[in-house]
């Protein structure tokens, strides 16, 4: 097993890994794809393609707690946030290995992947003169035993699907499927756990089974980063008739991967919306993401996106949300800040989050953006209600240095994001002043010309009926049926409306 620089890590394993069999081979290219994508955080966008990642920040102080903070994860999931918070978090770096081995020892996943994990927990030891805590790598014989497992498992999968398709018996070969897209899911092979839970899709003859279906594309979609898969299948599991006995936290669970799809997409609106409808009763989802995360996530979407009064509206007087943010005291005073107009509580509270945010494999790529919008808006709000502002003071309230501020006073105002002058001289900032009189005058001309257009075409309409020219239809170019003329096309909707 090599590292990212060419340096054999495991001198054993250097001629490879003795594998049994097509399958055996096939898992473990699988499970080496899926630590790379762990480890190096290459996080897909649309369709599956790779995203230009934001600038990589190591983290170098934290009060997270990793104990606490991954316990609310499971499976692929857990593992690909603590290969993260290694990569990222340098003091959290041999603790995180050391949880991630751990997991592949008690899932039975000692394989190529767990290989990785424990060369990198050697070198981290050695790095930080801690040999002692260095756990045992993986011996080759571990490894060709947990790979004989999967086949052995794939084998009896694959040889009942196969007697249940000669039998011809629909429901035994949807549940055949569904098994063998399930083992594949566990050996890390996402594309072809994928196409088995599809191919369920011809032999679900009721509506449960098209949401069972859906929730397991669902699932191995968001592993995938193919957004594309996870809104269609929310789309197609939202339409479907099930009882909420059968699925008891199916909305929950449908609301948190389209908001996961908004999010990877930089819809953050959406994103926010889709946050905002989950309910904490049935939000227990640890391979997708946690309640804190729905908070996060939630709160930091809606104050990128949505207004001060849509901020108190829909998050703060949102009972069921209000339950998420007191599961994160720190960023629930961090959004009632800023809708109270505490714009100086709201920047240093997103500041004191901002570490511990970064570590979040999910949100790192986005809390650039996230922390310059939300900068963005508190300058604007703030600036808002008056025709000028001493940016002394300012400066003091939003705690950073004149010459600061007058640097991102002057992106704003060159981005047209706030209208205002600034004097440099007195160090005060002027609004533009708007001639409300001439864009009154503006707007009413602007109505008076759409007006006169629609008239015109309403009277057009009217003569051309007159003379028995009719819009719809094909045909003829003179009256009668289907007499319109091929050169007015696409100048009349199905109404006869110019």
Wanted: proline share 2%; aromatic share 8%; net charge negative.
């Amino acid at each position: 097993v090599r590292a990212r620089d060419g340096r054999s890590r495991v001198g054993g394993l250097r001629g490879g890994v003795i594998v049994v069999g097509a399958m055996a081979m096939m898992v473990d290219e699988a499970l080496a794809m899926q630590i790379e994508a762990g480890v190096d955080d290459d996080l897909m966008d649309l369709g599956g393609s790779a995203a230009p990642p934001e600038e990589q920040v190591l983290v170098g102080e934290t009060s997270l707690d990793l104990e606490q903070y991954i316990s609310a994860y499971t499976g692929y999931n857990r593992r690909r946030r603590l290969l993260y918070i290694a990569r990222r978090c340098p003091p959290l770096r041999i603790a995180a290995l050391k949880t991630c081995l751990e997991d592949h020892r008690k899932a039975g996943m000692v394989n190529a992947n767990a290989v990785r994990v424990a060369a990198d927990l050697s070198d981290a030891c050695r790095e930080a003169g801690r040999d002692e805590e260095a756990e045992p790598i993986p011996t080759d014989f571990e490894v060709q035993q947990t790979t004989a497992k999967f086949q052995a498992e794939y084998e009896a999968l694959d040889a009942s699907l196969k007697q249940s398709r000669s039998s011809m018996a629909k429901e035994s070969i949807r549940v055949g499927f569904i098994e063998l897209g399930d083992h594949q899911y566990k050996v890390g092979d996402f594309g072809k756990a994928l196409k088995s839970y599809q191919r369920c899709r011809d032999y679900s003859t009721s509506a449960a089974h098209i949401v069972q279906m859906c929730l397991a594309i669902i699932k191995t979609a968001i592993q995938m980063q193919n957004w594309t898969h996870v809104h269609n299948h929310v789309a197609k599991a939202f339409g479907a008739d099930v009882s909420s006995a059968a699925f008891p936290n199916l909305d929950t669970e449908l609301h948190c991967a389209a908001g996961l799809a908004h999010l990877a997409m930089h819809n953050y609106e959406m994103a926010a919306t889709s946050f905002l409808r989950a309910e904490i009763e049935s939000c227990d989802l640890p391979e997708l993401l946690s309640r804190r995360d729905v908070a996060t996530y939630g709160a930091l979407c809606a104050l990128a996106s949505f207004s001060r009064a849509e901020l108190k509206r829909r998050v703060l007087d949102n009972t069921g949300f209000k339950e998420f943010l007191d599961l994160y005291p720190e960023m629930r005073e961090m959004v009632k800040s800023f809708a109270g107009s505490k714009y100086g509580d709201c920047l240093k509270a997103m500041v004191g989050l901002e570490q511990d945010l970064r570590l979040d494999c999910l949100l790192a790529d986005h809390v650039n953006f996230f922390f310059r919008r939300i900068r963005e808006k508190t300058i604007t709000q703030y600036f808002s209600p008056f025709s000028s502002v001493d940016m002394n003071k300012m400066a003091a309230d939003f705690d950073c240095t004149v010459a600061e501020l007058e640097s991102e006073l002057t992106e704003l105002i060159a981005t047209d994001v706030i209208q205002a002058r600034i004097d440099s001289d007195k160090q005060i900032l002027y609004a533009k002043q708007v001639n409300i009189r001439a864009r009154t005058f503006r707007k009413a001309i602007d109505v008076g010309t759409a007006y006169r257009i629609h008239t015109q075409a309403v009277l057009l309409r009217s003569a051309m009926l007159k003379a028995n020219m009719h819009v719809g239809g094909g045909g003829g170019h003179r009256g009668g049926p289907g007499s319109r003329r091929p050169e007015m096309d696409g100048y009349f909707d199905d109404d006869g409306m110019y």
